[in-house]
């Protein structure tokens, strides 16, 4: 009898509705939360990508084990890239939605311009146009098109050029499953600075392998960002810190035995 594995890499229920704009989003919530909960519970064994992953299939199902490790990345060319990182840079890469909210980083710079000066670049599919509309919107409205660049397509060889060239990478995710790109950027030697939502977290360690702030809230990214860009020798320290870390657990056999685990219970 062939045996069923269910994997969630991310936020299933809130994630298009965060990305999309729907005519009935407490419709689809509700649909979606009843096929997603018969189809966990048909599951012979369940897999998370990080503990967020991990909450939300228990709120579905009780009865299923669970194995949780993240999803593999292929990171050599990020690892071989050469870190020489341009004086406040700071750098977002994602889709330009509500999920990601790339628009706190720009209230949060708005909020810092006469204290810091400061270069960001917003590079990402524009999923959402209505959404990358009001990017832009506030780009001139508050006069940051000095400041701010928007690019929405580019090759692996340009984002790791962007990760190469930024003081800071900065992922304001109001929803996240895991978050490759912080993985990208520990791999190039980035810093790596991220809201305290969804699995972002268990990648980082704060003030060693990289920073957390507080989901949503501007005031405390802004401090963050200044408090980050101010000190050059914890910057250059967590670059070290968390690239040794990101080297080390993608050397190990976790992904491998992750899987392994799997096999062994769904055959027993």
């Keep these: 009898k062939p045996k069923v594995i269910v994997e969630s890499h991310g936020d299933f229920i809130e994630t298009i509705i965060l990305e999309k704009t729907l005519m009935f989003p407490k419709v689809y919530r509700f649909l979606f939360g009843k096929i997603a909960s ?48 341009q004086p406040n840079t700071v750098l977002f890469i994602g889709s330009m939605s509500e999920r990601k909210n790339p628009l706190l980083i720009l209230r949060s710079l708005n909020y810092l311009k006469k204290k810091s000066a400061f270069k960001l670049a917003l590079i990402g599919p524009p999923i959402n146009r209505q959404y990358l509309d009001k990017l832009n919107g506030y780009i001139v409205n508050n006069n940051l098109h000095e400041h701010v660049a928007i690019k929405e397509e580019v090759e692996q060889k340009e984002v790791i050029d962007y990760l190469s060239e930024a003081s800071l990478l900065v992922l304001p995710s109001v929803s996240e499953g895991l978050g490759r790109v912080i993985l ?18 268990d990648l980082i360690e ?12 501007v005031i405390n990214l802004a401090e963050k960002i200044e ?37 062994k219970k769904v055959l027993n």
Aim: charged share 25%; hydrophobic share 35%; proline share 3%.
């Design 38 to 85: 018969y189809t966990l519970n048909k599951a012979d064994c369940l897999r998370a990508v990080s503990s967020s992953t991990r909450e939300q299939i228990n709120f579905f199902t009780k009865q299923k084990s669970i194995v949780e490790f993240p999803a593999w990345i292929d990171l050599e060319n990020f690892l071989n890239a050469n870190y020489n990182p």
């Design 184 to 201: 990208e950027a520990q791999a190039v030697g980035c810093p790596v600075l991220v809201s305290d939502a969804g699995g972002m977290k």
């Design 206 to 217: 704060d003030t060693k392998t990289g920073f957390i702030f507080k989901n949503d809230n």
């Design 227 to 263: 408090y980050i860009l101010d000190n050059k020798d914890l910057m250059k320290e967590v670059s070290i810190l968390g690239r040794k870390s990101l080297v080390k657990f993608h050397e190990s056999d976790s992904f491998l035995n992750g899987y392994k685990e799997i096999i």
